[in-house]
């Protein structure tokens, strides 16, 4: 990763974001009130639900391009999984069980009738509807309209060729709303260990969602592991550890610089205590190479790594996921990372515990 691409990552996320209802600060206010009455979403992370015309929708070039979209792999896993599991319902079948769910998806051209469309234009007022149809904002949002914590995403467009344009020229930012929205969901269903969370700002000026069952494994000046050891139980473990140092250069932020950070990471802290020749390394196989992406991590841009690691001998390992960002006010660099052992099982339902865990977490 390139720094001139690190520092002008920015560009990459810049798209437009509308919420529909707004207002003054009572209105705000009385809408908090109201959000806090609903019932919570529903729905498991990745999880995505498209209201949409059958017909009209399966059979054309925007429906199967959005799909495609939505239908991309989890990277840095050893066998092929999506990111996002995709169900498309018409209008009709859209039952009061579907309304909850946390994330729907309404795809509307503006120049074709039918009862999907029709009934979803009722959402809007006519004005708003003849000011879309010359607007390029193309993304719409509702917030806790059935449910708390519950987003309604509209991709509006005045004609199937103009929806099937935005939808090319948005796409990256398309997938990585979906992917945050989804993280954050995984947030909100979570659950706390609040004593743990406290102990855990105290001694390291961090906040971060932590969830019942996680314990701090190894602990040193600039180091911590946590670790929900599932393994005999349920045949999983989840682990996650922060590791800070000096900020010196923009080449830190390399991939080959990543790299070789993790692979020290791995001699130091993840080493057989009877065997210093076996530790925590990562597969760098061509089939199953880490892939490497600039991605906003909270306030921060960061190198995003995600691949695969085993132990340097043994046949144990499992996938991982990083996060490398620079903290101004500490004036360090800091590598995050998730890494879970799960042998025959799913893995991306694991990953969304890790990102959920890490996107949490705020340094003071």
């Known amino acids: 990763m390139h720094s001139k691409k690190f520092l002008f990552a920015s560009l990459f996320f810049s798209f437009a974001l509308v919420i529909l209802s707004c207002g003054d600060n009572k209105n705000k206010e009385e809408k908090n009130n109201r959000s806090s009455a609903l019932p919570p979403a529903q729905g ?12 009209s929708w399966k059979h054309s070039l ?62 809007f007022s006519t004005a708003f509807l003849e000011k879309a149809k010359t607007d390029t904002t193309f993304f719409y949002y509702q ?30 930012s398309f997938q990585e709303k979906i992917y945050q929205l989804s993280i954050k969901h995984k947030q909100n269903v979570m659950k706390h260990n609040y004593d743990r969370e406290k102990e855990f700002y105290k001694k390291y000026k961090i906040k971060m969602h932590i969830p019942p069952k996680y314990d701090i494994v190894k602990e040193e000046n600039d180091f911590v592991w946590l670790r929900k050891n599932n393994y005999n139980k349920k045949g999983y473990d989840i682990n996650l550890y922060i590791y800070s140092d000096e900020y010196r250069s923009q ?3 390399s991939d080959s610089s990543v790299l070789a950070w993790r692979e020290k990471i791995g001699q130091k802290f993840f080493t057989d205590p009877e065997d210093s020749t076996e530790y925590m390394t990562t597969q760098m196989y061509e089939t199953v190479a880490p892939t490497h992406q600039t991605k906003r991590f909270g306030k921060y841009y960061s190198n ?35 890494f879970i052992n799960c042998p025959g099982q799913k893995k ?16 003071y």
């Open 251 to 253: 080449n830190q932020f």
């Open 143 to 172: 917030k806790d309209r059935v449910c708390r914590n519950q987003t309604f995403m509209f991709l509006i467009a005045p004609d199937r060729q103009t929806f099937y344009n935005q939808l090319l020229k948005n796409k990256g």
């Open 348 to 363: 991306t339902k694991y990953i969304y515990e890790i990102e959920a865990m890490l996107h949490s977490m705020k340094i």
């Open 304 to 338: 995003n790594t995600r691949g695969l690691w085993r132990l340097k001998k043994g046949v144990i390992g499992g996938s991982f996921v990083s996060y490398v960002f620079y903290h101004p006010t500490k004036d360090k660099i800091y590598y995050v990372e998730g």
């Open 44 to 55: 498991i992370a990745g999880r995505v639900l498209v209201v949409a015309d059958t017909n």
């Open 62 to 123: 925007s429906g199967q391009t959005m799909d495609s979209l939505l239908s991309i792999d989890q990277q840095g896993l050893p066998n092929s999984e999506k990111v996002f599991e995709l169900y498309s319902v018409p209008i009709e079948r859209w039952t009061n069980l579907l309304q909850k769910r946390h994330l729907i998806i309404f795809p509307l051209i503006l120049n074709e009738e039918n009862p999907t469309n029709n009934k979803v234009k009722k959402m």
